[in-house]
């Protein structure tokens, strides 16, 4: 079963700090995504990426930015926390090898960030 | 661009009552389409996926989709709810299959009453 782990269930920073959420998957998928979820606007995507270096907008990246140095983790990064980025944030994985192209995404559950 | 809605941010039904969640899409090419079901303080669970094989498609937990491209809609139905049905579902849409994503409606609260 793939395992998608966000290392925070719950985070709370200040206004301002430069905040780290990381996810790690243990299928060897090579696309990874970010997204954030509030009340009545479901799930958006942030970033994602295709391999590891790689990186791709999504529909709401302003304010992020991302890293992928190994394969198997993603990492969110809020350079300087805003109160309008209190969410919870979803990781998720996927992999595009053509035995499992209809494969579903696989999420992690979800780290609930409040930026004070 | 590809996107879907769902109508109704909450449904509510009795327990042993028919669910039917609604779910219309837009895409410009034939699309991937998703239902996914979350629990509270969890991630997303896949519950069923079309990709063009069969039109009506069965996933977990006695759920069920059609896909009905005259309509645009891929609604989820189950003929007798379960207290444990209780939970926000989301309709996603992918063109890719899901490489680049998926784009999701909004979400629907399932409400079981007793």
């Known amino acids: 079963d793939v395992k998608v782990t966000q290392s925070s269930r719950y985070l709370v920073k200040r206004t301002g700090e430069k905040v780290f959420l990381e996810c790690v998957q243990d299928m060897d998928h090579e696309n990874m995504f970010w997204y954030r979820q509030d009340p009545g606007l479901g799930l958006r995507l942030i970033y994602f990426s295709y391999d590891v270096k790689m990186k791709e907008k999504g529909d709401i990246p302003e304010g992020y930015s991302v890293s992928r140095e190994k394969k198997e983790r993603f990492s969110l990064i809020l350079e300087s926390a805003s109160t309008n980025q209190t969410s919870m944030y979803l990781c998720?994985?996927?992999?595009?090898?053509?035995?499992?192209?209809?494969?579903?995404?696989?999420f992690g559950n979800g780290t609930r960030l409040t930026v004070t | 661009a590809q996107s879907v809605t769902q109508l109704g941010s909450h449904v509510s039904v009795s327990e042993g009552a028919l669910v039917l969640l609604r779910c219309n899409y837009s895409s410009s090419v034939p699309p991937y389409l998703f239902w996914y079901v979350q629990y509270p303080n969890q991630g997303l669970q896949l519950l069923l996926k079309y990709t063009s094989a069969a039109t009506l498609v069965k996933g977990i937990n006695g759920f069920e989709a059609e896909f009905k491209k005259s309509e645009t809609s891929f609604h989820l139905t189950k003929p007798s709810a379960h207290m444990s049905d209780a939970a926000e579902y989301f309709c996603?849409?992918?063109?890719?299959?899901?490489?680049?994503?998926?784009?999701f409606g909004k979400g629907t609260h399932l409400i079981i009453q007793p």
């Open positions: 996603a849409v992918s063109d890719r299959g899901g490489a680049d994503g998926l784009t």
């Open positions: 998720a994985s996927f992999t595009s090898v053509l035995s499992s192209y209809n494969s579903p995404l696989h």
